[in-house]
């Protein structure tokens, strides 16, 4: 009976692995982009986990909704504050070591809070949690910026981000319906691929900084790649102005980037926006050419992620939008279970169907940017995300006044969509506009204030909920309408942003060329 069915299941696995290969670029893009997905995976299942156990928690330790979200928001507090210091570390150390011990860190501890005998000894296990799983956020970014070109960062970062949400969904599905029967069950089970993952990154090589050792699509892909392991382009050997990289410190050579571009027999090279910026003509931002050091302080360095407008401008952007996201991750499936009156394994089913939505948006937003970035779209990655942040705004309206949930699926599918279709082109465009020298020390600074805004947000979710709107399903649902404030600011922001991402993009190709003319001199 279950011979047929396991055969057909092993057959649609193993076609869905050819066509993430293909769709990625061959099995050493895959393998990764696959882990690093895996590692962003962890954290939001964890999250979901005790979000999805809160009935469990609550009954087993005599909590309330503030507790949970103190759960939640303890170990994102602490790993705001660890961010920047690994943010630094991400730009010196060896990264996928450093990922390597976080993950075997971040297992050993998940253990310790499954054997919690109270709320104290859980809250201390989260506090722990919270300092190791700071190294993702950086490590993760800086590595993605070395082993990907630039023209198609966004649709990689679709492909990093669905394991991200993933998690969530495994979280909510899987170990929330474990969590049913015993939470602390639910903690083992989520410490095991901590450490086969440690196991892998530790035996994964580390990329050249710069870019210099990025990725090449291999033959059979769906992609032509921008230069092959010898430094020759798809039609030679490559030529200044060619189809070079473009993506690291000496990468971004002349060339033009509209269509029939690049000499007879060599193709146009790839839309790096770096180069896109300084072949138009963008004046870089004088303040940032004034303000840039190759070698800075700590301090400096962190004055200098904070002066690039466009950088402000995302980082409250993405801050909003997390801060909303970690509302629904503490308490959808209470919400959910007394909106629409469900029981909690069909709330979790009814979320997994949402989390459907949310990778199909994270997927397309990628792909979408990346698209108007080849057809000659500077701030493509900006209006992409700007667009989908207004959209999550007002589908998110019905969703919240409905009591009926198939009245409320769709629009909650396309608002999950449209949510997480901003997430790759801002992730993507950060990196655009910083050298890849402060790409670990830039995410820390995000991270670092990103992270205290999705720790405030359980706490804050289950304070106005218990305390300002009465509890229970109404003061959840009259909590979520107020924050849509905060996601509304998301898309105001990405608005912001694209008056001033050109010349901060032109900005950091100045930079990245001065770079490469001392290397060349040093070389020399």
Known sequence: ???????????????????????????????????????????????????????????????????????????????????????????RARRTWLLAF???????????????????????????????????GPVVASLVGDWFPAHERSRIYGFILTGELLGAGAGFAITGDIAALSWRAAFVILALPAFILCWLFFRLPEPARGGQDALSVE????????AMPDGSGPAGPARPGGAGRG?????NGPGGNGPGAGTAGVPP?????QRMARDRGIRPDPALLARYRRRMTFGQAVRYVMSVRTNVALIISSACGYYFLAGIQAFGTEFVSGQYHVG???????????????????????QIADMLLRRGRLNARIMTAAVAATATVVLFIPVLTTHSALTAIPYVVVAAACLSAQNPPIDSARLDIMPPWLWGRAEGVRTFLRTAAQALAPVLFGVFSDNL?????????????IM?????????????????????????????????????????
């Not at 061959?26 to 299942?45: D, E, F, H, I, M």
């Not at 860190?105 to 201390?124: D, E, H, I, P, R």
């Open 219 to 226: 033959h059979g892909s769906d992609e032509v790649p921008d």
């Open 247 to 251: 993506n690291g410190p000496g990468g």
């Open 1 to 91: 009976m279950f011979g047929p069915v396991a055969a057909r299941i092993r057959r649609s696995s193993a076609l869905a692995r050819r066509q993430l290969v293909v769709a990625v670029g061959g099995p050493a893009r895959t393998r990764v982009v696959v882990l690093l997905a895996c590692v962003l995976a962890l954290a939001s299942a964890d999250t979901a986990t005790v979000g999805a156990s809160a009935v469990e928690l609550r009954r087993a330790l005599h909590i309330d909704n503030t507790d949970i979200g103190l759960l939640i928001s303890v170990s994102s507090l602490v790993a705001a504050v660890f961010s920047l210091p690994l943010g630094a570390m991400a730009d």
């Open 484 to 524: 849509l404030l905060p996601l509304a600011g998301s898309a105001f922001y990405l608005f912001r942003a694209r008056r001033f991402y050109p010349s901060d993009v032109a900005a950091t190709a100045v930079q990245n060329e001065r770079a490469a003319r001392r290397a060349a001199g040093a070389a020399g």
């Open 269 to 273: 090279p790839a839309p790096d926006p």
């Open 102 to 136: 976080a993950l075997l860190t971040w297992g050993g501890v998940m253990l310790w809070s499954a054997a919690a005998a109270s709320f104290g000894q859980l809250l201390l296990s989260r506090l722990a949690l919270g300092a190791v799983t700071a190294a993702s």
């Open 344 to 366: 909690q394994v069909l709330a979790n089913l009814l979320l997994l169907v949402v989390g459907a939505g949310a990778v199909g948006g994270v997927l397309a937003g990628g």
């Open 469 to 481: 709107f009465g509890g229970g399903t109404s003061g959840l649902k009259w909590t979520f309408v």
